[in-house]
Structure formats: structure tokens, C-alpha cells
């Protein structure tokens, strides 16, 4: 399976500004809007493929550089099984949080969106509130026999797609594959240096800034030292968070609504005021004092970043991502990063956050009121998520090129996958604009490992026995919570990360924390830490 980018919750955006921009576009459609799921359905589905042909307008984000959603095969089969046109309303990734703001205040919108976590939970709230996108439950009973079946199956998903209003705004990304891997981006270190060095892999917090002094100062690749990274990352690794676990603690720093958000025996913890957090940033201030840390770190992209591991000859040493497709241009390139297990700090701590499962995005397929057809495109999705369209989708390929249907209805891989390929890249929906739901039961149709699973299975040992207990769950804010951590996160957050990159740069971290966690409590940490708590104990029935 292809690795989910975002990974426990959507990010909390726009709520603010959302709730202004969509009251006066869309509050006026509140009552046509909610009519399809709120009254009962019309007439039965017919079955697919339909007699008659008919095309619906869906907006989907697809990943910059991906190709157009009109040219994807696999959407090209589901128009076949369905006799269904759908003209896809394609907005880059890039440019989608602009975009779907205007789109919404203009109440200029499509029939339906898709796309892994196209809404966060306040937007879920917010639109569904003022009835640009509207309730599923009773099309879900009457037009979704795939997508009931899985609800009646998982109860608990039920109740973690359920808004706190009653309503369920959204189809989910969902997966419970028993060849779910254990570990999401992880670091990676160059063996064929190491090799040259007669270095092992570190497997502590001193090894591992030995061994960068070695990559910087001995230049093992022949580049010449000035060309050496010794560690490179970026904002959608999370910089260096996934060190900290090296110090006792775990940091969301690439998911908004997350962002920071820690837990602690039932209490939430703002991460960055911790004094482990504070010991790590010590640390991190001393590799990059030293030359160690890439000094774009905190300005590149992840485009910028990749061209960088996968340069040849390797000028990186070590870096954070997802398996060997990082690196490997080529085949023969595959073993020439090896994986770093979670590195032990100077206390004995040794620390990691586990790679989440099943629920993983609520908003990933919604109706908005401009269709009078809604019953259409609920039936289109509960196809879309059906098993046999999901053992593609989910694992990137299609039937009679990547995988082969048996006649027991077995699923068999038939040969390795070449992501990086401009024909490989036509088969499958790009992986902001598909929608993974896979539910256990179909999972274990696929009998052969897959790729991802061969390979990340065999990383995730390392990790066995350090995984972090104490972790923030995949909570439904309500609206007035979602508000909360808006307003007062997006400050409290952006100071933080700004501390964040200055003392990692600059140093005096020591002189500065005091007055620095003063800062945060008069910004609003206390109340912050209030909503996201009033959500946790909700989630958990202890809310009185």
C-alpha cells in the first residue's frame, strides 16, 4: 500500500475565516440541502452498470506533478462498471486550501469532492452546518449496501465518523489491512559510506553524532567536503521530530490540528514546553552548530529535498522518509540507504510513535447541495469502495497488469511496481485525490505480500518493544473546540515552531526558555489545552 500522507488526523484550517465565508454563500441552502439524507431517499438504486448513461462533476486535489484525474485508468474502469462519466474538477495540492476557500464562499461548488482528508473536522462542522455539504446517514442506508456493511462491521468507526451534531458529513480513508506496516517515515543512513567507514548504524544519540562528524569531516562519498549533507529534512518530515522519542517524548510537527499535541497519563501535554523537549532541541542546536544539520532544512520543500537523496553520486547521509523509493532510481540503488531504529538517549529513553490504523481521515468523500442527485453519488462511492475496486486502489495497481484475480477470489501480485514511471503513474488516482478504505476481511484476499509490506515489515522489527503508549487519539472536535484550537493554536504554534528553528539555529535556549513558556501561558496555552482536553474525556465516556 502506498504510504497515507497525513497521518493520524486532517489538519484544522480555515475555521475562522470558513465560518464567515460560507454563512452568506451557503447558510441560505440550508433547508434543500439536507433534504436528500435528512427525508428519505427516492426511488431504489438501480444496479450498475446503468441503462442509461450520466455524468456526474466531483472536485478532487491531485498531487503536484501527477497526472490529470480524467486520465487515470483505474477511474476510466469504475466509468466502465458504472456508466458513469465523471468530470473531475482537478485542483493541485498546492493550491487546494486557497482554492476550496473560494469555492465555498462563492458557493460555486461541484457535486461531490474526494480526495484522503479533503475536509478537516471543522469543515465537516462548519459546511455541514451551514449546509453546503450535506448529511449521508440515511442515503448511507438506502444507496451504500458496501459502506453499511463495513459500519455494521466496525461499530466503532461508526461513532468516530459520527459528528458531535448526529450527522455523518463524510465517506472516511479507513484501513485495517493485515499487511498494515507498524512505521511511517523513518531514518535512513547511507551504507555505502558507512561501509567505507567501517562505521556500524547507530543505535544511540552519541553514535549517531559520531557518525555524521565521520560523513562531514572524512568525506566518504569523494564529493568533496563542502558537497557532504550530512542529515537532510523539511517540513513534511517534521524536521527532526522523529528524535525526539530519543529524549521520552513523541512531537506531531507536520499536522496541524496536532501540532505539538501530547498525552500523558489521560492529561494533554503541549509538547514544546516539556523539559524533554527542551533537552532534544539542546541536542539538535549541537548538530547543527557542528555543520551537521542541511542549512535549507527549514526553508525546502519535500521536491527540493528529494532531489537531494536521490543525487548521484550521494551527497546525503542520512535522511527521514518512507522505504526505498525515497533513494532508488534504479533498481541496483535499493540497498544504499539502511534503516536507523529508534535511536536510545542520554537518559535510556527510546521512543516512537507508531504508524496509525484504521480511521485515518473522516472527510474524504462529501455531497455538497449543488446536485439533485445525491442518491447518484452515493452509489457512485459505495462502488468506488467496494472490495474489488479497493484491492486496487489501495495497493496501486490494477487487475491483469498489477494484480490478478484468482477464481477463488484470491488476489496474486504479478510483478513489482515502478512508481517513479510516467505509465505507472496513469494507473491509480494520485494519492491525495483516491480514497483508501479497506476493511480487514478484504485485505486478506490479497495472498501475496505486497512490496511495501516485504520491505517495511522487515524495518518495523526494529521498532518492536519501543512504541509510544501515551498517544493523542483520532478525536471528533466539536465545532466550538474545533474554533478553540484555531484561534488560539495557529499563534500558540507558530511562536512555538519559530523558538523551534531559532534555537536549533542559534542556541540560548536556556536564556530564553523561562520567558518563553511565559509567553505561551499568556498567549492562551491553558485554554488551548482545555478543549483538547474536554475532546479527549468525551472520547473516552469520562466527560460528566
Known amino acids: 500500500m502506498k504510504k497515507l500522507k497525513v497521518v493520524n488526523i486532517a489538519a484544522l484550517s480555515m475555521v475562522v475565516v470558513s465560518m464567515g465565508l460560507t454563512a452568506c454563500g451557503a447558510k441560505d441552502d440550508a433547508n434543500k440541502s439536507g433534504s436528500a439524507a435528512t427525508d428519505s431517499p427516492k426511488a431504489a438504486a438501480e444496479a450498475f452498470p446503468l441503462k442509461t448513461p450520466q455524468n456526474i462533476k466531483i472536485g478532487t486535489v491531485v498531487t503536484d506533478g501527477m497526472p490529470a484525474s480524467k486520465d487515470i485508468r483505474l477511474w476510466q474502469d469504475i466509468e466502465k462498471q458504472s456508466n458513469i462519466h465523471v ?7 498546492s493550491q487546494w486550501k486557497e482554492k476550496k476557500g473560494l469555492m465555498f464562499a462563492s458557493n460555486d461548488l461541484p457535486e461531490a469532492f474526494i480526495g484522503h482528508g479533503v475536509f478537516t473536522d471543522s469543515e465537516l462542522l462548519n459546511y455541514g452546518g451551514t449546509g453546503a455539504l450535506i448529511p449521508l ?57 558507512l561501509d567505507k567507514l567501517g562505521m556500524k548504524v547507530p543505535t544511540t544519540t552519541d553514535e549517531f553524532e559520531k557518525m555524521l562528524l565521520a560523513f562531514k569531516t572524512q568525506d566518504p562519498g569523494g564529493n568533496g567536503k563542502d558537497k557532504v549533507i550530512p542529515f537532510t529534512s523539511n517540513k513534511d518530515a517534521g524536521f527532526m521530530s522523529i528524535l525526539f522519542g530519543a ?19 489521560d492529561k494533554v501535554t503541549y509538547v514544546p514546553v516539556q523539559p524533554e523537549y527542551k533537552d532534544a532541541i539542546t541536542y539538535f542546536n549541537k548538530l547543527y552548530s557542528q555543520g551537521l544539520i542541511d542549512k535549507e532544512v527549514f526553508t525546502q520543500d519535500g521536491k527540493t529535498t528529494g532531489a537531494k537523496i536521490q543525487s548521484d553520486p550521494r551527497t546525503v547521509g542520512t535522511f527521514i522518509g518512507w522505504r526505498s523509493t525515497a533513494w532508488a532510481t534504479k533498481p541496483e540503488q535499493r540497498n544504499d540507504y539502511v534503516p536507523v531504529g529508534p535511536l536510545k538517549g542520554p537518559k535510556g529513553e527510546q521512543t516512537f510513535e507508531q504508524y496509525p490504523k484504521g480511521l485515518f481521515f473522516r472527510g474524504s468523500f462529501a455531497i455538497t447541495n449543488n446536485t439533485k442527485r445525491p442518491e447518484l453519488l452515493m452509489q457512485w462511492i459505495d462502488n468506488v469502495i467496494s472490495d474489488d475496486n479497493q484491492i486496487q486502489m489501495v495497493n496501486a495497481g490494477r487487475f491483469g497488469d498489477y494484480l490478478e484475480k484468482q477464481s477463488d477470489g484470491t488476489i496474486k501480485v504479478l510483478r513489482a511496481l515502478a512508481p517513479n514511471t510516467n505509465d505507472e503513474k496513469l494507473n491509480n488516482p494520485s494519492n491525495t485525490s483516491r480514497i483508501n478504505f479497506m476493511t480487514l476481511t478484504n485485505s486478506k484476499r490479497l495472498v501475496t505480500k505486497t512490496p511495501v509490506f516485504t520491505e517495511k515489515g522487515e524495518y518495523d522489527k526494529l521498532f518492536e518493544g519501543h512504541f509510544a503508549k501515551d498517544v493523542y487519539p483520532n478525536v471528533f472536535f466539536s465545532k466550538e473546540e474545533a474554533q478553540k484550537i484555531q484561534t488560539l493554536g495557529n499563534d500558540i504554534n507558530t511562536y512555538a515552531n519559530s523558538m523551534y528553528a531559532k534555537w536549533i539555529i542559534d542556541g540560548s535556549i536556556d536564556k530564553d526558555w523561562d520567558g518563553y513558556v ?8 491553558k485554554d488551548l489545552l482545555a478543549a483538547y482536553q474536554s475532546a479527549y474525556d468525551r472520547f473516552n465516556g469520562t466527560k460528566k
Open 87 to 93: 468530470d473531475f474538477q482537478d485542483v493541485f495540492q
Open 518 to 525: 511565559k509567553k505561551l501561558n499568556d498567549m492562551g496555552l
Open 137 to 193: 446517514e440515511k442515503l448511507i442506508d438506502q444507496y451504500a449496501p458496501n459502506f453499511k456493511k463495513a459500519l455494521q462491521e466496525n461499530p466503532e468507526l461508526k461513532k468516530q465518523i459520527t459528528a458531535p451534531d448526529g450527522h455523518i458529513y463524510a465517506v472516511p480513508s479507513f484501513i485495517d489491512d493485515w499487511q498494515s506496516v507498524k512505521t511511517g517515515n523513518i531514518m535512513y543512513a547511507n551504507k555505502i559510506w
Open 247 to 265: 529524549f521520552g517524548i513523541t512531537d506531531h510537527n507536520s499536522q496541524d490540528n496536532m501540532m505539538h499535541i501530547g498525552l500523558k497519563s
